[in-house]
Structures are given as structure tokens and as C-alpha cells.
């Protein structure tokens, strides 16, 4: 749909502004609310149009946000607003500290602080379209949840922050993956929570680094049995299950022989803290993303039947 006419000024849809910007339309319409960025005409229904000094004050201001500034700085300062003081972070105190990060992990660390969802989200998404997974887990969201996880350990605060910072990078994630080039269903790699594991956030960003090598993968989720997984394992044919665990599971360690055996090409491999110490012939453990995603891509690769080496 072309964009709307008024007086022979180009007017957008906050649709086509955020499409432009590659955010969520919500995000848009939050810019506006919480920063006075918004639509300077509307549509003859009261709908917001934007006009083209609009969209080019919404696109340096997001350029600013994703560089690590502070959305209110920004907003002020490409609006001639005075700098608004700041209270030290979001609600709940100070900033989360991310010390020797770069300027993106501040802006989300700032963001997550704030419980900015959206604009922690968008900017993960940004990064790992210009970046790739490895580089921005690496780089980017380790940093983070190390520090938010040790800034609850140190002060028995901002739980909500390490919470937040884990949903909105895990929706990142799966956004990211819809975006790229849709992969072959063939015989996809599984990827699985340990049966009492609650936390796969890794796991989103496997199938992520996977779907750019075009990898197929399917996520089971947390929480996962050992007997589920044998059972999709033999359903799919799948070449290669990574089971994740970040905490000891003595019950799953001794259940790895129902994954191992369920056909003679699968390789099993394992992932997380909760497999430390753990030599097991039947499985691979994968000591870090980087490794887990090559070790899947090559077993997929060498999967019985393959005619290529990509796809």
C-alpha cells in the first residue's frame, strides 16, 4: 500500500516507519509516548502519519539508542529539549554495571535497568543482524547476564533486571532466526532443556547460530525427558541432540544412554555448567556456543544421505 498524501506531503503509517526501522510497530507508538517522538500529521480517521522529517528524526534517534545513549538523552537532544536529569537507571536503583564492555552492552545494561523490554529486544535484533550470533553472545549477552547475575548475588536485588534481560534476548533471538532464509526440514538437529533445566536461553541462541549456517534445528524446550527426547530423536532421525543442563542432574547423567542408543548415525552432545566433570564415550561436550554450533553444524553435514556440504 503506497503511503499516504496531504498536501503533497509524503505521509507514513507507524506499519511502514517501523518496517523502515526494523522494529515492532509497538515500538514506535512507545518512542512516541515515552519520548515525545511522535507523528507530526494524522489521517483523516485521527490515525498518526509521519512525515519524512519524522522518520529521519526516529531513525538517528534509534541509531543513538543501539550506539549505547541513553533513549531520554537522545530523545532530548534531537528534540532541542533540555537533558531531563537522570535518576541513576531504571526502577529498582543504579544502572547495571558492565564493566570493560563495550557501548552496546551499557545501552542495554542502561535499558535492562530502566525494564525498557523493547528497547533491550531491538537492539539485541540489530546486533545480530549486523554481527551474527557468536559474535553478539560472546560480546554482547554473556557480559550482561554475568553481571546481572552477580549484582543479585552481591546486593539480593534486580532479580527482575537478570529476568527481563533473559526474555527480551530470547524473543531477540527467535525474531532474528524468522528473519533469515528459511532452511530444509531435513532431518534437523534437536535441541533440548535437561529434564529439570529452566533455563535455555543458550539454546535460543544455537538454533540462531545454526539457521545461519542453514542448519535445521528444533527446539524442545526446558524441561525436557530424557525418554521425550530418545523418542523425537527416533522420530525426527535426527543426526545430532544437544541436551543442555547449567545445574547437575545425576538422574539425567545416568538416563544419556536412552538418547545415545536411539539410532547408530545420532551424535549426542552436551552443554552447560551441569555437565561439568562428565566423561561419557556416548556424548561430546560442547565447552562453549561457538563449539556446540560447529560440532551440530558438522554432524548435520555428515548425516547419511547428504548430497551437499550447504545448503
Avoid: C
Avoid at 15 to 32: F, I, N, Q, S, Y
Avoid at 76 to 83: A, D, H, S
Avoid at 133 to 148: G, I, K, Q, R
Wanted: charged share 20%; proline share 5%.
Amino acid at each position: 500500500m503506497p503511503p499516504w498524501h496531504h498536501d503533497f506531503v509524503e505521509l507514513h503509517s507507524v506499519g511502514e516507519v517501523a518496517a523502515r526501522l526494523g522494529v515492532a510497530p509497538t515500538t514506535v507508538r512507545m518512542w512516541g509516548e515515552r519520548y515525545g517522538l511522535t507523528a507530526s500529521e494524522r489521517s483523516a480517521g485521527g490515525h498518526r502519519r509521519y512525515t519524512a522529517q519524522d522518520v529521519s528524526l526516529l531513525e538517528r534517534f534509534h541509531r543513538a539508542v543501539i550506539a549505547g545513549e541513553s533513549p531520554m538523552a537522545a530523545a532530548g537532544v534531537l528534540t532541542g529539549r533540555e537533558r531531563l536529569p537522570s535518576r541513576g537507571g531504571g526502577p529498582g536503583g543504579a544502572v547495571l554495571a558492565v564493566p570493560g564492555a563495550g557501548r552496546l552492552s551499557r545501552g542495554l545494561a542502561r535499558a535492562a535497568s530502566r525494564l525498557d523490554e523493547m528497547a533491550v529486544e531491538d537492539a539485541v535484533v540489530d546486533a545480530l543482524r549486523s554481527e551474527g550470533t557468536v559474535t553478539v553472545w560472546d560480546e554482547v549477552v554473556l557480559p550482561l547476564l554475568v553481571a546481572a547475575g552477580e549484582h543479585w548475588q552481591r546486593t539480593g536485588s534486580g532479580i527482575e533486571i537478570e529476568h527481563l534481560l533473559t526474555q527480551a534476548i530470547s524473543t531477540a533471538f527467535v525474531r532474528h532466526v524468522a528473519e533469515l532464509p528459511e532452511v530444509t526440514r531435513d532431518r534437523p538437529v534437536l535441541l533440548a532443556g535437561g529434564p529439570n533445566e529452566e533455563h535455555v536461553l543458550a539454546l535460543h541462541a544455537v538454533r540462531a547460530g545454526l539457521a545461519e549456517q542453514s542448519v535445521p534445528a528444533h527446539l524442545l524446550g526446558a524441561r525436557t525427558p530424557m525418554a521425550a527426547l530418545a523418542a523425537a530423536s527416533r522420530r525426527t532421525r535426527a543426526p545430532a541432540v544437544l541436551i543442555w543442563m547449567s545445574v547437575k542432574d545425576e538422574a539425567a547423567e545416568g538416563d544419556l544412554g536412552l538418547v545415545s542408543s536411539t539410532h547408530r548415525w545420532m551424535r549426542l552432545f552436551l552443554g552447560g555448567a551441569g555437565w561439568d566433570g562428565v566423561e561419557d564415550p556416548r556424548a561430546t561436550v560442547a565447552v562453549s556456543l561457538p563449539d556446540a554450533v560447529a560440532h551440530l553444524d558438522a554432524a548435520w553435514r555428515a548425516r547419511p544421505g547428504a548430497r551437499h556440504a550447504t545448503v
